[in-house]
């Protein structure tokens, strides 16, 4: 009986050992900076690419920035990426973005996100949370013509709006329903 409990011991320890190495988030890593300059470097494409986001970023509480989604599917599929929250210009935490889904589907594609909290109690119960679901609060800006980015009269009032843009791929439409958002140590 204890050679099996030091067998079952030493498989969990190696496998342990597999996944946490896996993680590569230990002391002086590179993870948050590699993170921040991809968040600069997305935020400075939107800006750019569309100005009217300038005025989302003005007006919110802070925003989640997710600037590589890599989604994959045939019949199964998922999505990962991670990315940074910004309160007033500056990096406050750090998360992952995962989603599985099953159905009728096939390709893959990637893309960049923002999520603009409108509100501070959105931002708090976002920051509150532990693993954040995006759902029904979530609102999207929707592009008239590949250039613009327009907000109804609905987006306007929302508490969360999401912007999703920089698609590529051969993969039709991204969305964020059913995405969990889990902070992370980089």
């Known amino acids: 009986m204890s050679s099996l409990s030091r067998r079952m011991f030493t498989l969990g320890l190696a496998a ?8 590569n988030n ?3 890593s590179q993870g948050a900076a590699t ?8 935020l400075n494409y939107l800006y750019t690419t569309y100005p009217g986001t300038r005025d989302l970023a ?4 802070g925003q989640l ?3 590589l989604v890599t989604e994959v599917g045939l019949g199964i599929g998922g999505s990962f990426g991670r990315g940074a929250l910004r309160v007033d ?8 973005a995962a989603a599985a889904n099953i159905g009728v589907q096939v390709g893959a594609q990637q893309y960049a996100h923002v999520l603009f909290f409108m509100t501070q109690e959105a931002l708090m119960d976002f920051r509150r949370s532990a693993g954040w679901a995006a759902g029904a609060d979530l609102e999207y800006v929707v592009s008239d013509r ?3 980015l327009r907000a109804d009269t609905n987006t306007a009032t929302s508490p969360v709006i999401a912007v999703v843009f920089g698609q590529a791929g051969l993969k039709l439409g991204a969305t964020l329903e059913g995405s969990k958002y889990t902070r992370i140590i980089p």
């Not at 993170?35 to 997305?42: E, W």
């Not at 003005?58 to 509480?61: L, N, T």
């Not at 210009?89 to 992952?96: F, I, L, M, P, Q």
């Open 16 to 23: 342990s050992t597999g996944a946490l190495a896996a993680c």
């Open 26 to 28: 230990g002391i002086g």
């Open 35 to 42: 993170i921040d300059a991809r968040v600069d470097s997305t």
């Open 58 to 61: 003005a007006k919110s509480a």
């Open 65 to 67: 920035v997710m600037p």
């Open 89 to 96: 210009g500056a990096t406050v935490d750090y998360y992952s």
């Open 146 to 148: 590949g250039e613009t």
